[in-house]
């Protein structure tokens, strides 16, 4: 099946810095992906669509100036937490739509100390 | 809109039981189904799916599920569990347009005890 791959798997970053997650289509190309958070014990949430070459479209209750979403290729997505705080730490992971189904990275565990 | 509903959060079953969790949904429009496992500290992998045709659709690793329109349901079974199947098991569901827009539920965490 198709590849999403996405990088880094885990990052540890101090509060108040910024971090940036990268999402890969390897072997298609992907016009829209998606973004999904999921705190410890819970389900995942859909962040926000990123979509290339035009701004992303963001979930209810989603501050769009602290999660920055570009899609500046038709194989690249990326996330970048601004001014992270403790609150955002958690599992974030990306998917890209195929044929019959959507394909997801392995995700990345932001930790903020 | 979509909503996707899993009553049961936690599943303890003994090995070699059989087991069903249990995953109800709402659409004003027609659905695709699909059901994810994820390990501790991994990402997701995709179980099975619906789209169209037949209502019962298998996995490679013995796990079924069956799309059920009147009852808004797709449960997904096992005659028989493993140690390995621990997990936590999510149900999502999209639109069929093709999106692949994903709402899952909640999850449920299968434990299967020895």
Request: hydrophobic share 35%; proline share 4%; with cysteine.
């Amino acid at each position: 099946g198709a590849v999403v791959s996405q990088h880094p798997s885990w990052v540890i970053c101090k509060s108040g810095t910024s971090v940036k997650i990268e999402c890969r289509s390897l072997d298609f190309q992907a016009t829209t992906m998606f973004w999904y958070r999921q705190f410890p014990k819970q389900s995942l949430m859909l962040m926000a669509t990123s979509n290339e070459g035009s701004k992303a479209t963001y979930e209810q209750g989603v501050e769009k100036d602290k999660f920055l979403i570009n899609h500046a290729s038709l194989t690249l997505s990326t996330l970048t937490v601004t001014s992270a705080h403790p609150e955002d730490s958690s599992f974030y992971i990306c998917s890209a739509p195929g044929n019959t189904e959507a394909f997801f990275g392995q995700g990345t565990r932001l930790t903020v100390v | 809109a979509q909503s996707v509903t899993q009553l049961d959060s936690q599943v303890p079953v003994f090995e070699e039981a059989p087991v069903e969790l249990r995953c109800n949904y709402s659409s004003s429009v027609s659905v695709y189904l699909f059901w994810y496992v994820q390990y501790p500290n991994q990402g997701l992998q995709l179980l099975l799916k619906y789209l169209s045709g037949s209502t019962l659709v298998e996995s490679i690793n013995g796990f079924e599920a069956e799309f059920n329109k009147s009852q808004t349901s797709f449960h997904l079974r096992k005659p028989s569990v493993h140690i390995s199947d621990t997990a936590e098991y999510f149900c999502a569901v999209s639109d069929a347009s093709g999106t692949y827009k994903y709402i899952f539920g909640t999850g449920t965490r299968l434990k299967v005890l020895a």
